[in-house]
Nanobody, 124 residues
Framework: QVQLVLSGGGLVQAGGSLRLSCVASERTFSRYAMGWFRQARGKEREFVGAISWSGDSTRYIDPVKGRFTISRDNGKNTVYLQMNSLKPEDTAVYYC?????????????????WGQGTQVTVSS
């Protein structure tokens, strides 16, 4: 089973930026779409966005469009979530996830294996 290790979470003021990194142990990382999810306290886990296995396409939920950017470096088995103009409502535990199958899609339902999560807190 693939192991996902996240880093980069923390506390930031509203308007600030953070970059999350997710390193996968899977040697065939480049064959899988990668996604980002978040879960705020008392709420269900929410799909944030994803990047295709090829890296040439991304998608985001409306609340983060224009502020968050997902990228990947297949040589480092790493996917990134760059978060700019952060808002208090972005406060959540953030998770990365791998696609369910190689060369698969990158919609929310296409992901099935999550990392341990990292806390992002945005103060007002």
């Amino acid at each position: 089973q693939v192991q996902l290790v996240l880093s980069g979470g923390g506390l930031v003021q509203a308007g600030g930026s953070l970059r999350l990194s997710c390193v996968a142990s899977e040697r065939t990382f480049s064959r899988y779409a990668m996604g980002w999810f978040r879960q705020a306290r008392g709420k269900e886990r929410e799909f944030v966005g994803a990047i295709s296995w090829s890296g040439d396409s991304t998608r985001y939920i409306d609340p983060v469009k224009g502020r968050f950017t997902i990228s990947r470096d297949n040589g480092k088995n790493t996917v990134y979530l760059q978060m700019n103009s952060l808002k208090p409502e972005d406060t959540a535990v953030y998770y990365c996830a791998t696609g369910r199958r190689p060369y698969g899609g990158f919609e929310a339902a296409d992901f099935g294996s999550w990392g341990q999560g990292t806390q992002v807190t945005v103060s007002s």
